[in-house]
């Protein structure tokens, strides 16, 4: 099957489409015929070196994927070669086919295109799992999204609009993308290139009550103005570390404010997490794409062999939404 190969990691250089196996599915899984795939910045990392797929998962980049079961493997049932089904995958995205649990997949609603449903898995799962199922957003809380316009952060905002439309969302974002996020539905944006302690627009926003939930990539730089803007019993719930590791905490002020501070990762948990994760999605979420309530937000579509343009668009962040990229038609 063709597939991205990389020779190699480091940057754009290593990428290149060539031939690989083609998988076959175990037990508890099915193969999918891919016809859209997306780029995440984890696959940017894994590229480098530094973010390696979970063991006896494809080396092949790509973490969720779109299109048709061609086989069902061992033990499969409750579904039909020939079904249209959107899925996280552990790896192997980035390619003519994939193999995926049959406890992950989610039938791609009628009213959704294979390139809008290839953008669901890695970004709107993360985003319901960190701020609903570990955050425990509800309706007239107020959370904290950081890096407006990426992947994650688009679709928490739209989530949050749809599940608990009496919340107030607050987004830190780059200058270029202020206004964008604004029009999605953000209450507040915050310039971080010029206010990068954002704690004291927070208290402002909020009449000092704070934020009930901060979603937060950033790690180390943000520990400190993200720990200023909780509220008492706030949740930050931490998923990347672009920052650092490492950063100083008030534990005093932590236990006064009954503060919780949550680690979380979505591809290495066990099956069985990710297949009740995938559940409470579908049941929750996933009918608001199927009336449309919710449109992913897609910035450019790129054919397979285009992977490095697709890749570079990821690094010089000047996207909003996601990067979909065109397997088959």
Not at 161 to 173: D, H, Q, R, S, Y
Not at 189 to 207: A, M, Y
């Amino acid at each position: 099957m063709k597939a991205v190969l990389m020779e190699g990691f480091g940057g754009l250089e290593v990428l290149k489409v060539g031939e690989a196996p083609k998988p076959s599915p175990k037990e508890g899984e099915v193969l999918i015929k891919v016809v859209a795939t997306s780029i995440n910045r984890p696959d940017l990392v894994q590229r480098e070196g530094k973010y390696p797929p979970p063991p006896g998962d494809s080396e092949i980049l790509g973490l969720e994927v779109a299109g048709v079961i061609e086989e069902l493997g061992p033990g499969v049932s409750g579904w039909q070669k020939g079904e249209r089904v959107v899925t996280l995958v552990g790896g192997g995205g980035y390619a003519e086919y994939a193999v995926a649990y049959a406890s992950h997949l989610m039938r791609i609603p009628e009213s959704m295109s294979f390139e809008e449903a290839a953008c669901i898995c890695e970004s709107y799962i993360t985003a319901f799992l960190n701020v609903f199922m570990i955050g425990g957003l509800k309706d007239n809380n107020t959370v904290i999204l950081h890096g407006g316009g990426g992947g994650v952060n688009t679709a928490a905002v739209q989530l949050c609009k749809a599940l608990v439309p009496n919340t107030k969302i607050i987004v830190t974002a780059h200058p270029s993308k202020l206004d964008r996020v604004k029009e999605l539905g953000a209450d507040l944006v915050i310039d971080f290139t010029q206010t990068p302690d954002f704690s004291e627009l927070v208290k402002e926003f909020t009449n000092k009550k704070g934020a009930d939930v901060i979603l937060d990539h950033v790690g180390a730089k943000y520990l400190a103005p993200n720990m200023n803007s909780l509220g008492y019993a706030g949740r930050l719930v931490l998923i990347g570390v672009i920052s650092g590791i490492k950063a100083e905490l008030n534990l005093a002020l932590m236990m006064v404010k009954r503060q919780q501070i949550i680690g979380s990762v979505l591809r290495s948990r066990p099956v069985k997490d990710k297949g009740e994760i995938v559940a409470e999605f579908t049941k929750t979420a996933l009918p608001k794409f199927a009336d449309r309530t919710i449109v992913p937000i897609i910035e450019k579509v790129f054919p397979l062999d285009q992977i490095v343009e697709a890749h570079r668009m990821m690094e010089e962040d000047k996207h909003f939404g996601k990067i979909v990229l065109k397997i088959a038609d």
